[in-house]
């Protein structure tokens, strides 16, 4: 019973604790936007800052951090510029009263300035480094003058430097107080952001100076914090230049912290190189830096300072949260979280890109099925438009007849199918011949004559209105086809934007080692897809000197490896000898096709009305076309030409080969009023599994030769460019390795002079051929077409001769598969 009871209860406690964690993470976030909300836009930050730098000196007498603070609120978050103004004053008046009346008339002769020069300058932002210049040196002279009623060349020069450094100060806080105070949009932060940002840091950290504790002073406990946490973050290199600026900026602040800087600068270097041993591995790196450094700086004596003040900064490094050094990372370039970010930010975009091209191949496939469900629906009002026609014979015949309700209203389906009968016998010129019908039809209306003279009237203008009709149909039909091709295209893209890369890093590790330990040193493998018949996968070796070890070793050992033939299909090879070569490694496809061309024009003239075309369509898919334009000469050759560009262009978008040919005629139709046509011969082969596809449109047969054998392809179609639509026959043949394809235009087809039928004679021809060249084959077909005419080539003439065979490699595999078999089983 009481088993029963657990059992029942662990599923309610279980709610209950995951209910208690939404709740507490629920308050944290609560308090996490109401802590920021404080901090940015209560202005509580600016006051902080303000503060500090309002109390920050440099050899107890020149004041440059408090006007540039000043002026970059002012120019930036104006709103909040009085509250820096009072925390200014306050941390000042916190030093001494003179300080505090020095920091005053900085803001108010600035205030001042920037409103004179706001009537003669526009780009506040780029005066205002001069005009804090001007109000820092005037300042600074006058005070100096009003009260000891004398300004030295030592004040003058004092003056100088405090300008100088607050128009120095004012460009780097341009850059380094928008990192604070605004939200980041942007991810990665460059080096000269993350120096500036460092200085501001310093700066701020200057107005701790005099903050002590039993001889531990608070700028040396911040300082090396500051620098344990940007060594632990971005490595030796941040962590090196951070200690440098900050140890530089206090040490401006007081001469006797100059060793500091390179304290902090060896701490943060031993700091990141120790970063791989986590907190503790950096904590350890600032307390051996700090103290060797302490004993030539200050000896033995002050090892124990130093020790209490690293102490606490390595306290203070241990209590900082994981997000907060996390979200610091994201900033920092190098660091893995930062690359986590770009790739998550990489995912966002490519998601959203998807997103989209769903949502256009979305509206492209509602378009196609709205075109087809018109069409449909137009295909449906053929009776109605019958309706149409007979009414306008009725309103002009049995309007004004006076048998009117007799024949419409008691007798209307009689009288109806009379009239359809006699207009659909007319229409056929057959209605004379008809003697019963016309004598029903006189019988039953006693208007005949009339009715018949205005069905014959009518009937022209009918039947023209009904061809407009399907020809815009036909037209709205091939215009959803097309879409729905768009659309399945678009579709397709989707899906590979959003094929992410897989994780394949075991395998990575394993083919890295496998490579290794066969004697071939490797710098990295990146895989991208082991999807049979579509490996992708990249490596970088070292400088190979052009010896072929990608092709020779590393190709054949993973053929083996993946069980599937692996070629190189680009290889950048390194450009000094400590270089890398960078090698790409692909599927090689099942076969390959050698092609052969032999072309003339009429006459032996140098414009022909053929053209053709031999294009790999990125999908694994060899294409072979051969177009004839309508006569010879120029306009025949912009015909032909026009076809086999626009044919290769929209096939290599990935839209179906039946759906391109109807679109270049669409095109090629529309484009001109004008009676000139073109053939097309396309054939299509799959390199996968050597499957061709025929699509001849008003072209010559093809032939396939195989052994002794040839086999006619042929299909009938009209050229493109007649009519607006037409069905598109398709004619599959399975090929095999050492098939000889040929196709030819009707220059060389029916060019044979005295012969009766061309199809026994080009069929005896191949079959006489003792090459299987394909550039052999087709100057052997043409030139014997050319003897038959006496020497004369009396038409246009292409032929195009292509061999499939299997892609047999150069290089057979390399047995590598036994290590994963052993690793397998040490594994197990």
């Not at 309103?395 to 009689?414: D, G, I, L, P």
Request: proline share 2%.
């Amino acid at each position: 019973m009481e088993k029963a009871e657990r059992r029942l209860m662990e599923p309610i406690a279980g709610e209950a604790i995951e209910k208690t964690q939404h709740a507490i993470q629920r308050s944290a976030r609560k308090m996490g936007a109401h802590f920021q909300s404080l901090l940015f836009h209560k202005g509580v930050i600016y006051m902080f800052i303000g503060f500090l730098l309002g109390r920050a000196v440099i050899l107890t007498e020149i004041l440059p951090f408090a006007l540039p603070f000043f002026g970059v609120l002012f120019l930036l978050k104006k709103d909040k510029a009085l509250i820096g103004a009072l925390s200014l004053a306050a941390g000042g008046l916190t030093i001494s009263l003179e300080t505090f009346l020095i920091i005053t008339c900085h803001l108010l002769f600035f205030l001042f300035l920037q409103k004179a020069g706001a009537f003669i300058f526009k780009d506040r932002v780029r005066t205002l480094p001069a005009i804090i210049l001007l109000a820092a040196a005037a300042t600074r002279l006058t005070f100096t003058w009003i009260v000891y009623g004398k300004v030295t060349s030592y004040d003058a020069m004092m003056a100088g430097v405090e300008a100088g450094l607050a128009f120095i100060l004012t460009l780097i806080f341009l850059q380094s107080i928008p990192l604070i105070a605004s939200p980041r949009y942007k991810q990665a932060l460059k080096s000269e952001e993350i120096i500036c940002l460092m200085i501001l840091i310093a700066s701020i950290m200057t107005g701790l100076t005099g903050v002590a504790y039993m001889e531990v002073k608070a700028e040396h406990v911040f300082s090396r914090y500051i620098v344990l946490l940007f060594a632990f973050i971005g490595g030796s290199s941040i962590g090196c230049t951070v200690g440098v600026v900050t140890g530089l900026i206090l040490s401006l602040a007081n001469v006797g912290n100059l060793y500091q800087m390179s304290l902090l600068a060896f701490s943060g270097l031993l700091g990141g190189l120790l970063k791989e041993g986590r907190k503790i591995g950096a904590a350890a790196g600032l307390l051996i830096g700090s103290v060797l450094l302490s004993m030539y700086g200050g000896g033995t004596a002050g090892i124990m300072t130093t020790l209490l003040e690293s102490g606490a900064a390595i306290l203070l490094f241990f209590l900082t949260p994981k997000a907060v050094t996390a979200s610091l990372a994201k900033h920092i370039p190098g660091t893995s979280e930062h690359a986590q970010e770009q790739q998550l930010y990489a995912t966002r975009i490519r998601d959203v890109t998807a997103h989209r091209v769903d949502q256009f191949s979305g509206v492209f496939e509602a378009l196609s099925q709205s075109f087809n469900a018109f069409y449909e629906r137009s295909e449906s009002d053929s009776s109605r438009e019958t309706d149409l026609f007979l009414s306008t014979i009725t309103e002009k015949t049995c309007h004004h007849c006076y048998k009117k309700e007799k024949c419409w209203v008691q007798n209307f389906q009689t009288t109806y199918d009379l009239m359809t009968q006699v207009t659909n016998e007319t229409g056929a010129d057959t209605y004379s011949q008809n003697r019963k019908l016309k004598k029903e039809f006189h019988s039953h209306c006693s208007k005949a004559a009339s009715v018949e003279i205005a069905i014959e009237q009518e009937l022209n203008e009918f039947k023209a209105g009904q061809k407009l009709n399907r020809q815009v149909q036909e037209s709205r039909r091939l215009v959803a086809e097309q879409l729905l091709g768009v659309s399945k295209v678009m579709k397709d893209f989707s899906r590979e934007i959003r094929r992410e890369r897989e994780n394949h890093y075991l395998l990575e590790e394993q083919i890295l080692e496998a490579l290794r330990n066969f004697g071939v040193e490797i710098g990295h493998v990146e895989i991208y897809s082991l999807e049979q018949g579509n490996v992708d996968m990249e490596m970088s070796i070292p400088f190979c000197q052009g010896h072929g070890e990608c092709e020779k070793i590393i190709a054949p050992m993973l053929s083996d490896i993946l069980e599937e033939q692996v070629i190189v299909k680009q290889e950048d090879c390194g450009l000094y000898p400590n270089g890398f070569c960078h090698v790409a490694f692909g599927s090689a496809k099942s076969f390959k096709v050698e092609t052969g061309a032999a072309h003339a024009a009429k006459g032996g003239g140098l414009v022909s009305g053929d053209s053709y075309s031999m294009i790999e369509l990125g999908v694994g898919k060899h294409a072979i076309a051969i177009s004839d334009g309508m006569g010879n000469g120029s306009r025949a050759q912009f015909e032909s030409n026009e076809t086999i560009k626009l044919l290769e262009k929209i096939l290599q978008s990935g839209i179906d080969e039946k759906v391109a040919i109807k679109t270049v005629n669409s095109i090629l139709s529309l484009r001109t009023t004008d009676e000139v046509f073109s053939t097309l011969d396309l054939a299509i082969v799959d390199l996968q599994d050597a499957m061709c596809k025929f699509l001849k449109i008003g072209s010559t047969p093809s032939f396939i030769k195989r052994g002794d054998k040839v086999i006619k392809i042929q299909a009938s179609n009209l050229p493109i460019g007649i009519i607006d639509d037409f069905e598109v026959d398709v004619v599959g043949e399975q090929l095999k390795a050492g098939d000889l394809l040929i196709m030819m235009s009707d220059g060389i087809f029916e060019g044979p002079k005295h012969v009766e039928n061309h199809d026994v004679w080009m069929k005896r021809k191949i079959s006489e051929l003792e090459t299987d060249d394909p550039q052999e084959v087709a100057d052997l077909i043409m030139e014997e077409v050319i003897r038959t005419r006496s020497g004369k080539i009396e038409d246009d003439m292409t032929i195009i001769a292509a061999k499939v065979e299997h892609n047999t490699p150069k290089w057979a595999a390399i047995p590598a598969s036994r290590y994963f078999q052993k690793k397998e089983q040490s594994v197990s």
